[in-house]
């Protein structure tokens, strides 16, 4: 919504906000209200409904969806799968600073467990859903370099069992005769091209089996949820009335707990059993070399978004989150979204652009908060925080026992090997 | 929603808000120059951080009758943050005639479309342009 210029919110900025001091706790000794935001912290592992995809809890398709998202063969050059790039080892990403597919991205791959909470994909949030955002990747020319025609007759090829098992149709064999090796709107002019001298009906056929292919890979994303981490078996503990928090923490890392609440308040952000406020802000980074609007951008985009919550592809017609989305909100600019922390041990390097590469080079920014952004301004409740090295490393330590139990095999590799050589590459 | 009252109000609650703060949501509060009492109810309460929630406002004169053709407004800012919300409220449609007048029974407004993105301080503004002329309000809700 609109804001009040500045001047006016200064008056409101002089007010003396609660002047009640709290006795200083140790590390540890938990006041009523801190033993509330921990338990708001603790993993819930729920996962509400996804309307817009009546396959989304569906064993069978999430089962198809791991084959496709490990399935190399979905792109032309028979060498990136999703895995590529979120790999199950690296907690689903890739551990490099920013992607490498058929090209380079522009962004670093983000986790993919925890994910599935927040009413936004991708950075910038210019997808709202899954099985939306993962058209991305299959059509972009850096990532996997492939479209939707190529997909759909690779599913057909492939999958095609499994595929008629869940959804029934898919393409006939006259229509995999006919179509050509490739075609898509919008990607490149011969794509394009090759994409509008389809029959309607065919085009009909090939979004059909295009889009329930990514509602399949997206059933397969909602069971990689996160796992309980040592952090959740301590918050158990203290809630259940032991001090020590069954040990679950070592002294280090529950002071470095006792940092993230309290003086370096990281919660304000990074709150929830996901540790995100599935909103965007600008952190004004370091080292970000070229503009990237960030959320400014992604906000119209969802809301044009090819396959968002209202297209025609979604099962659902009631879209609120699109509905109330202000895309005008100033601080949109260069803002990106918060991602979770859980896994972040394994996630390195951090940040949008990866330029941060480790949990300690992260804390150092908030704790020095260098520059400034060059696009709008930093988030203003972001301020130095006057760490010591000590209280650095306890944060760090704190951010390991985040790290969840290991996702079983069975969801972390393809279920049966997959024969890429079966599709040779084209073009 | 214009940039005119919202300046108003702002400078208008200034710091005498820090008193006024104990009026909370669920309670009616009395508007600045003193021509309505207003009366805001969250839904669900508390509202979750990150997801969409409802707000009711509830618009009566001093002497409790309903105020039911107002243009009554909503918003929400955190001016610590010098920012609003990342979403655009709507208010749902009151009984409206042929010619357009609008009716809400009760004085009850209801705002679909909320959204605290952040925990902390927020600022919940209300203005009311009613019978007796425009008139504001507002409090403070912390969100966590």
Not at chain 2, 24 to 53: A, D, I, M, N
Not at chain 2, 96 to 119: L, V
């Amino acid at each position: 919504m609109r804001i009040a210029p500045l001047a006016s919110l200064l008056v409101l900025l002089g007010c003396p906000g609660s002047t009640v001091t709290e006795p200083v706790r140790q590390p540890g000794d938990w006041s009523e209200e801190e033993l509330q935001t921990l338990r708001a912290l603790r993993l819930d592992p729920t996962l509400p409904a996804d309307p817009t995809n009546r396959w989304s809890d569906d064993p069978e398709a999430a089962k198809l969806g791991r084959s496709l998202f490990f399935d190399p063969g979905l792109s032309p050059s028979g060498a990136v799968s999703c895995a590529t790039c979120h790999n199950p080892a690296l907690g689903f990403s890739d551990g490099r600073a920013v992607s490498q597919g058929v090209g380079e991205t522009a962004r670093n791959a983000p986790a993919i467990p925890g994910s599935q909470y927040g009413p936004w994909q991708f950075w910038d949030g210019r997808a709202d859903t899954l099985w939306a955002q993962a058209a991305g990747p299959v059509e972009s020319p850096v990532e996997m370099g492939s479209d939707r025609t190529f997909f759909a007759r690779h599913v057909m090829n492939t999958h095609g069992e499994a595929y008629r098992a869940i959804f029934g149709g898919g393409l006939t064999q006259e229509q995999l005769d006919r179509l050509p090796a490739r075609a898509a709107p919008g990607i490149d002019p011969d794509l394009d091209a090759a994409w509008k001298a389809l029959s309607a009906e065919d085009r009909e056929a090939v979004m059909e089996v295009f889009t329930k292919g990514l509602k399949a890979i997206a059933a397969y994303e909602r069971q990689l949820l996160p796992t309980e981490a040592p952090f959740d078996r301590y918050v158990d503990a203290v809630l259940a009335g032991d001090p020590e928090g069954g040990g679950h923490l070592k002294p280090a890392q529950v002071r470095g707990l006792s940092l993230f609440v309290r003086e370096a308040n990281c919660t304000l952000c990074h709150h929830g059993p996901h540790f995100t406020d599935r909103a965007f802000h600008n952190l004004g980074l370091p080292g970000l070399t070229r503009y990237d609007p960030g959320r400014s951008l992604g906000a119209l985009e969802v809301l044009s978004h090819e396959f968002n919550c209202k297209s025609p592809w979604s099962d659902t017609d009631r879209c609120e989150e699109l509905e109330y989305l202000d895309p005008s909100f100033p601080d949109f600019q260069q803002a990106f979204k918060t991602p979770t922390l859980r896994n972040v041990a394994l996630t390195a390097p951090y940040m949008h652009h990866g330029g941060l590469q480790t949990l300690h080079e992260v804390i150092e920014f908030y704790d020095e908060l260098p520059g400034e952004s060059n696009v709008n301004h930093r988030e203003l409740t972001l301020q130095p925080l006057g760490l010591t090295e000590k209280d650095r490393r306890d944060l760090v330590s704190f951010l390991n026992a985040l790290t969840g139990d290991p996702l079983p095999d069975r969801l972390t590799s393809p279920p049966d090997p997959v024969d890429a050589s079966s599709t040779p590459p084209t073009r | 929603m214009t940039r005119a009252w919202l300046v108003g109000l702002a400078l208008l609650s200034g710091c005498t808000t820090s008193s006024a703060t104990s009026a909370s949501v669920g309670e009616f509060r009395r508007t600045q120059v003193g021509r309505y009492q207003v009366k805001l109810e969250l839904e669900p309460e508390p509202p979750p951080l990150g997801e969409l929630f409802r707000v009711r406002a509830t618009v009566t004169l001093r002497d409790g009758r309903p105020v039911e053709t107002a243009k009554v407004e909503v918003d929400a800012q955190m001016p610590q943050h010098e920012h609003g919300m990342e979403t655009r409220p709507r208010l749902r449609p009151g009984e409206c005639d042929a010619e357009d007048r609008c009716k809400f029974p009760d004085g009850i407004y209801i705002f679909d479309g909320f959204k605290f993105h952040m925990s902390g301080d927020w600022t919940l503004l209300v203005h009311v342009e009613g019978p007796r002329g425009p008139d504001s309000t507002s409090l403070i809700y912390r969100a966590r």
